[in-house]
């Protein structure tokens, strides 16, 4: 018989599991990033290449494929790619809130451990990620993964054992994105702490430091082999000089040169602190009242809050120092902060003025979705025809978007008010139900035909006949994925003009069962555009389709500079 605090955790994790694979196997991949990714796994299972992703024609040398081969795995066991390319995320969002639930149990008890992980489960952050088929949910898992288990060495005194596996994990993360090492800057605190004598907790058993310590490398590294071995081999064994190119791209450009000198995305050094006051809400609303309680802990010395918080503080220091940044850049750090917020949190709690703050968060963000669905529906015309016009999605589906608000707002106001400010957890956990709920049933799907490219690949599909030739030109990771048929690519990276001269010269081979989709801004002037077909519009862009014909013997390689 499980008992009544198993009970619950039983219970919160299947809640957890319905709520975030809500709407799983409704909608295909879409942009960011998943319709990449997606892509890569399917051809892993179509080809048998697991080692090298492509990309369509080019090798793929921005991520590690360990992503890629959970979702190929996936699709390999179920044969379903709308359900395998959202699986990883939705099983390491759960076992996520386990680890959170399980490290903070240990340290602090069943009640403190169930605070934590509710507080990891209602911040915005961790749901839009569970949700999404990107890396990042499943290398926090990862990094959470490490932190759980050297934590369990390092707070508790259990085997050195746990201290390996966790750099195990800190290893295999980092090849699944690099960023996967930091658990590893958990072991400076620590191991101050341990010198001193305060760390493991009193009563914990102590080992010889020399050897717990001396194999942490060792550990990390063989976790670091699981890819880095089999493709070393590989280099080792295959002398083709793109197969080196990917991976010094791999190791250097994509990581180090990535972090010191990055290209893009670049914020300024405070940027995170607006990632934290919108996408870690509920839990930054609670910073003025945590942050004194975290200070008091602080100064008694208690060495688990010390190495948790200095923990976190490493990572949002190592993030903001550089000038490339992403609001997900800093995801690894909420779930170790929910874990150091576990001991504090049910006094909180007890504070009018914290329910109060929560209500009032609840409310607003349940009366924002009921005013932005009520005004899609009945407000001006023109606000919804913007939002639909630029994105192509078709009336129906915009419909649908602004009802599903509208019910997620309204359904979500009738928990938070029936809860008030004395049950106001409950309440922000049925909203926060009631809106990924929403988003997975309604929101997704509705936008889901315009956002994969599933519309304009349906139109080129119904336009081609059925023995025809497909290449695609300026083209996008949606497009190839949801082509029904072998397409021809000239590249992903090389420019419109390039892919063009290469269209056109495998156009001329056979212009008469031959056909190239563009973006419709690079279809070059020489084209004959009483032939080329408008099939509508995708992600804000708008797609043509050219026949042979149109191009053939129309356009020379002066035309196409």
Same mark, same amino acid.
């Given at each position: 018989?499980?008992?009544?605090?198993?009970r619950r955790l039983v219970f919160w994790l299947i809640a957890a599991f319905l709520v975030l694979g809500a709407g799983i196997g409704l909608r295909e991949p879409t942009p960011p990033d998943e319709p990449r990714f997606a892509m890569m796994a399917q051809d892993m299972v179509d080809t048998g290449n697991w080692l090298v992703p492509h990309r369509g024609s080019e090798i793929y040398a921005e991520k590690p494929p360990v992503f890629m081969w959970l979702q190929a795995s996936a699709y390999a066991v179920l044969g379903d790619l709308r359900i395998?390319?959202?699986?990883?995320?939705?099983?390491?969002?759960?076992?996520?809130?386990?680890?959170?639930?399980?490290?903070?149990?240990?340290?602090?008890?069943?009640?403190?451990?169930?605070?934590?992980?509710?507080?990891?489960?209602?911040?915005?952050?961790?749901?839009?990620?569970? %949700?999404?088929?990107?890396?990042?949910?499943? &290398?926090?898992?990862?990094?959470?993964?490490?932190?759980?288990?050297?934590?369990?060495?390092?707070?508790?005194?259990?085997?050195?054992?746990?201290?390996?596996?966790?750099?195990?994990? *800190?290893?295999?993360? !980092?090849?699944? %994105?690099?960023?996967?090492?930091?658990?590893?800057?958990?072991?400076?605190?620590?191991?101050?702490?341990?010198?001193?004598?305060?760390?493991?907790?009193?009563g914990a058993p102590r080992g010889p430091w020399r050897l717990r310590w001396s194999l942490v490398l060792p550990a990390f590294l063989a976790g670091t082999a699981v890819w880095l071995a089999p493709i070393a081999v590989e280099v080792l064994r295959n002398p083709n000089p793109e197969l080196k190119a990917y991976v010094a791209e791999l190791l250097f450009k994509q990581t180090g040169e990535r972090y010191v000198n990055a290209w893009h995305h670049i914020k300024p050094w405070w940027y995170y602190t607006e990632v934290i006051a919108s996408l870690?809400?509920?839990?930054?609303?609670?910073?003025?009242?945590?942050?004194?309680?975290?200070?008091?802990?602080?100064?008694?010395?208690?060495?688990?809050?010390?190495?948790?918080?200095?923990? &976190?503080?490493?990572?949002?220091?190592?993030?903001?120092?550089?000038?490339? %940044?992403?609001?997900?850049?800093?995801?690894?750090?909420?779930?170790?902060?929910?874990?150091?917020?576990?001991? &504090?949190?049910?006094?909180?709690?007890?504070?009018?003025?914290?329910?109060?703050?929560?209500?009032?968060?609840?409310?607003?963000?349940?009366?924002?979705?009921?005013?932005?669905?009520?005004?899609?529906?009945?407000?001006?015309?023109?606000?919804?025809?913007?939002?639909?016009?630029?994105?192509?999605?078709?009336?129906?589906?915009?419909?649908?978007?602004?009802?599903?608000?509208?019910?997620?707002?309204?359904?979500?106001?009738?928990?938070?008010?029936?809860?008030?400010?004395?049950?106001?957890?409950?309440?922000?956990?049925?909203?926060?139900?009631?809106?990924?709920?929403?988003?997975?049933?309604?929101?997704?799907?509705?936008?889901?035909?315009?956002?994969?490219?599933?519309?304009?690949?349906?139109?080129?599909? /119904?336009?081609?006949?059925?023995?025809?030739?497909?290449?695609?030109?300026?083209?996008? /990771?949606?497009?190839?994925?949801?082509?029904?048929?072998? &397409? !021809?690519?000239?590249?992903? %990276? !090389?420019?419109?003009?390039?892919?063009?001269?290469?269209?056109?010269?495998?156009?001329?081979?056979?212009?008469?069962?031959?056909?190239?989709?563009?973006?419709?801004?690079?279809?070059?002037?020489?084209?004959?555009?009483?032939?080329?077909?408008?099939?509508?519009?995708?992600?804000?862009? *708008?797609?043509?389709?050219?026949?042979? !014909?149109?191009?053939?013997?129309?356009?020379?390689?002066?035309?196409?500079?």
């Amino acid at each position: 018989m499980l008992r009544p605090e198993q009970r619950r955790l039983v219970f919160w994790l299947i809640a957890a599991f319905l709520v975030l694979g809500a709407g799983i196997g409704l909608r295909e991949p879409t942009p960011p990033d998943e319709p990449r990714f997606a892509m890569m796994a399917q051809d892993m299972v179509d080809t048998g290449n697991w080692l090298v992703p492509h990309r369509g024609s080019e090798i793929y040398a921005e991520k590690p494929p360990v992503f890629m081969w959970l979702q190929a795995s996936a699709y390999a066991v179920l044969g379903d790619l709308r359900i395998a390319f959202l699986l990883p995320s939705l099983l390491a969002g759960v076992l996520t809130l386990w680890l959170v639930y399980d490290l903070a149990k240990r340290l602090w008890g069943p009640q403190a451990a169930m605070a934590a992980s509710v507080a990891l489960a209602l911040c915005l952050q961790f749901g839009l990620q569970a %949700k999404r088929a990107q890396i990042d949910m499943v &290398v926090v898992a990862m990094i959470m993964g490490a932190v759980w288990a050297m934590g369990r060495h390092l707070f508790l005194g259990h085997s050195p054992r746990w201290l390996w596996f966790g750099a195990f994990l *800190a290893g295999l993360g !980092t090849v699944t %994105k690099g960023v996967g090492f930091l658990p590893l800057l958990m072991l400076l605190p620590a191991f101050i702490l341990e010198r001193r004598g305060t760390l493991p907790l009193p009563g914990a058993p102590r080992g010889p430091w020399r050897l717990r310590w001396s194999l942490v490398l060792p550990a990390f590294l063989a976790g670091t082999a699981v890819w880095l071995a089999p493709i070393a081999v590989e280099v080792l064994r295959n002398p083709n000089p793109e197969l080196k190119a990917y991976v010094a791209e791999l190791l250097f450009k994509q990581t180090g040169e990535r972090y010191v000198n990055a290209w893009h995305h670049i914020k300024p050094w405070w940027y995170y602190t607006e990632v934290i006051a919108s996408l870690w809400l509920p839990g930054a609303l609670l910073l003025p009242w945590l942050l004194p309680a975290w200070w008091r802990r602080l100064g008694e010395g208690d060495p688990v809050t010390i190495t948790l918080l200095a923990w &976190v503080v490493m990572v949002l220091l190592f993030f903001s120092a550089s000038p490339g %940044k992403r609001g997900v850049y800093i995801f690894p750090a909420l779930p170790v902060l929910c874990v150091a917020a576990a001991p &504090v949190l049910g006094a909180l709690l007890e504070r009018i003025g914290v329910r109060r703050i929560l209500f009032g968060y609840g409310l607003f963000l349940a009366a924002l979705l009921t005013v932005v669905g009520l005004a899609g529906l009945v407000g001006p015309e023109a606000w919804s025809e913007r939002f639909a016009g630029s994105r192509g999605i078709a009336d129906s589906d915009v419909r649908m978007v602004f009802l599903g608000l509208l019910a997620a707002g309204a359904l979500g106001l009738v928990a938070v008010l029936a809860t008030r400010t004395k049950r106001v957890v409950p309440g922000l956990l049925a909203l926060t139900a009631i809106v990924w709920t929403s988003y997975g049933l309604v929101l997704r799907p509705a936008l889901d035909p315009s956002s994969s490219g599933r519309t304009v690949m349906a139109a080129v599909a /119904e336009r081609l006949p059925a023995d025809a030739e497909l290449a695609l030109v300026a083209w996008t /990771e949606q497009m190839r994925l949801q082509a029904d048929r072998p &397409v !021809t690519d000239f590249g992903f %990276k !090389t420019s419109g003009k390039a892919q063009w001269r290469s269209g056109a010269a495998w156009l001329a081979e056979a212009p008469a069962t031959r056909w190239v989709l563009a973006r419709a801004d690079t279809v070059p002037g020489c084209v004959d555009t009483a032939q080329v077909i408008d099939v509508g519009l995708s992600n804000r862009r *708008a797609w043509a389709l050219v026949p042979g !014909t149109a191009v053939a013997p129309r356009c020379n390689a002066s035309d196409l500079d």
